[in-house]
């Protein structure tokens, strides 16, 4: 059975600093979903670049936000959130999908509210089922781990061998 | 209760005749052909969150008032259209007001998620009847600038920072590009509070007339719900009286009398006076040197640098005051128009510009001191911190220093 994952900006960005996006496209039974809103935060040309093409090579899909109650929700959403977190939100709550978000503090509360904690993934959840799908190995993913550390993301444990175990 | 799609084509529709937008114009910022926003005013296709969110911008309204219980029809900018029927076709203008009117949304939203209660900052209103003549509307607007200095206690002093002011009196100042021809406008409803929006393109003493003038449309008619301030109806009564109110503000008559007799000047050349012993009365007569009471360009500079005000505007308030006579007044001013008041000026170390900040600064402040808060407290995330911030023109490089230094990041 699919399971729908919204995906937002960081979490897009971060997997494209360490050029894994075609990651996404490899995790079965997961389907990618990008709201144009989370597309059109995503500026620098080489990012661009690699976001087009995870399109094009169909790992990442674009959804549009057109349901009256997700509409409601986004609306809602806005106040505190900018366009591309409240787009996933709202879609993630109304159609019962995951999300992928690195976001903290306001939006995982408000996330964690509207869908539940059990369905919000961040980079290294992902990196973590491609070290169980074997697309990564453990050692791969810590030099990530490393990479993005230097971008100013950080996690929370020392090594993926400690997840994996 | 949902709302169905018809019913939301239906308030999209409603909302756009209101502005008295077109499909066409209405479709042109969200992307959207004429048959497209005809068949989601239908309810016939969906409209997206992207399509949405443009098309409240362009109507001057944020996307929860589209599922509000209760639809509320008319709003800031439908009260401008209302009053101003070609509205639709300035397209700079109608960018401006969208600009206005989501900085003023997204202030009251901060606001909101703050809990500051501008209730307690009441907006003073004046109830005059509409004035007759010119006279009667420059009468009225002296008046009512009287009575509001003494009503905040600021006596014959300059107003110093006047958006900090307006603020205290819970009056929103802000600064946006404006056409040419239009100074400053006034809106005003529930979504935005009282919001004043002067030109970013003017010198900032102009601007600062510019808000004391739009403070008497505050003051004086707010019961219009928007007024727009423009060159070509400088001689409307309302926009008279206006003017009058901002130049009796920032140079009350007293505060210039004062100015002008400490400088040692504004006497008559020559005075008369009849001392009375209940048997007869001896005439006394002062003269004053020749010469000696004629203002000087160096007397308006430094009214104008003491007052906040531009050295043109000092000279015809020293003009009406009858400080200066007619052939006086032209001397100076075409004194002023050949650079000689900026010299003057420059020697004097009294600039127009006595140390005020801009009025985009001072709304940039609050605006951006308030999302700062509102991150820090965890009310907004950081992808809407960085939003707010491009709104008053803050880069994504200076979001990301700032929120490393004031260690939010």
């Not at chain 2, 999209?12 to 209405?26: D, M, P």
């Not at chain 2, 219980?69 to 401006?96: H, I, N």
């Not at chain 2, 206005?100 to 703050?114: D, I, Q, Y």
Request: proline letters at 2%.
């Amino acid at each position: 059975m699919t399971i729908v994952i919204v995906t937002d900006t960081n979490v897009l960005i971060n997997l494209i600093h360490i050029g894994r996006l075609p990651l996404l496209g490899a995790l079965e039974p997961y389907q990618f979903r990008v709201p144009r809103e989370v597309l059109d935060e995503i500026r620098e040309p080489d990012q661009r670049a690699a976001l087009d093409a995870a399109l094009v090579a169909g790992h990442i899909e674009r959804v549009v936000i057109d349901t009256i109650e997700a509409l409601e929700l986004f609306g809602i959403l806005r106040d505190v959130m900018g366009r591309g977190e409240a787009a996933c939100l709202a879609l993630a709550a109304t159609a019962g999908c995951y999300i992928a978000s690195d976001e903290k503090k306001r939006f995982r509360r408000r996330a964690i509210e509207l869908i539940g904690e059990e369905r919000i993934l961040r980079t290294e959840s992902l990196l973590l089922e491609a070290i169980r799908r074997q697309h990564i190995s453990v050692a791969e993913a810590d030099v990530y781990k490393l990479v993005l550390e230097t971008k100013r993301y950080t996690m929370s444990f020392s090594s993926f061998a400690d997840l994996v175990s | 209760m949902l709302l169905t799609k018809e019913e939301l084509g239906r308030r999209i529709r409603s909302a756009r005749e209101r502005c008295g937008l077109t499909q066409e114009q209405l479709g042109e910022p969200a992307g959207l052909g004429r048959l497209a926003v005809g068949q989601i005013e239908a309810g016939t296709r969906s409209v997206s969150s992207i399509e949405l969110d443009r098309i409240a911008y362009a109507v001057g309204r944020d996307i929860k008032s589209f599922f509000a219980e209760a639809f509320a029809e008319q709003d800031a900018l439908t009260a401008l259209f209302r009053s101003d029927g070609g509205l639709a076709e300035q397209t700079e203008l109608l960018r401006a007001l969208q600009d206005s009117l989501a900085l003023g949304r997204e202030m009251t939203n901060l606001e909101r998620l703050l809990a500051i209660d501008r209730a307690q900052l009441p907006t003073a209103a004046y109830e005059l009847r509409a004035p007759n003549t010119r006279w009667d509307a420059i009468q009225q607007g002296q008046k009512i600038a009287a009575e509001e200095r003494q009503r905040l206690g600021l006596g014959i002093a300059p107003v110093g920072e006047l958006g900090e002011l307006l603020e205290s009196q819970g009056v929103r100042a802000a600064m946006v590009s404006l056409p040419a021809n239009i100074s400053g406008l006034t809106l005003s409803d529930d979504t935005i509070g009282v919001f004043v929006v002067v030109s970013a393109a003017h010198p900032e003493l102009r601007r600062r007339f510019s808000l004391a003038h739009e403070y008497a449309h505050v003051l004086l008619d707010r019961d219009r719900s928007g007024a727009i301030s423009r060159a070509e109806n400088r001689s409307d009564l309302l926009e008279v009286r206006a003017n009058a109110f901002a130049a009796e503000f920032l140079m009350p008559m007293d505060g210039v009398i004062q100015f002008v007799q400490a400088l040692g000047k504004g006497a008559a050349s020559r005075a008369q006076m009849a001392v009375f012993d209940e048997a007869e009365a001896v005439q006394v007569e002062q003269r004053a040197a020749p010469g000696s009471q004629e203002i000087q360009l160096y007397d308006v500079a430094l009214l104008a640098h003491h007052f906040g005000a531009s050295r043109i505007s000092a000279l015809y308030r020293l003009k009406n005051l009858r400080f200066v006579d007619e052939r006086d007044f032209h001397r100076l001013k075409s004194q002023e128009e050949a650079g000689a008041g900026k010299s003057i000026a420059e020697f004097l170390a009294a600039p127009e510009l006595s140390g005020g900040q801009s009025t985009r600064e001072d709304f940039r402040r609050r605006f951006l001191g308030l999302a700062l808060e509102a991150y820090r407290r965890e009310e907004i995330t950081q992808s809407k911190f960085s939003e707010l911030a491009a709104m008053v023109g803050m880069r994504r490089e200076e979001v990301r220093v700032a929120l490393r230094s004031a260690k939010l990041d």
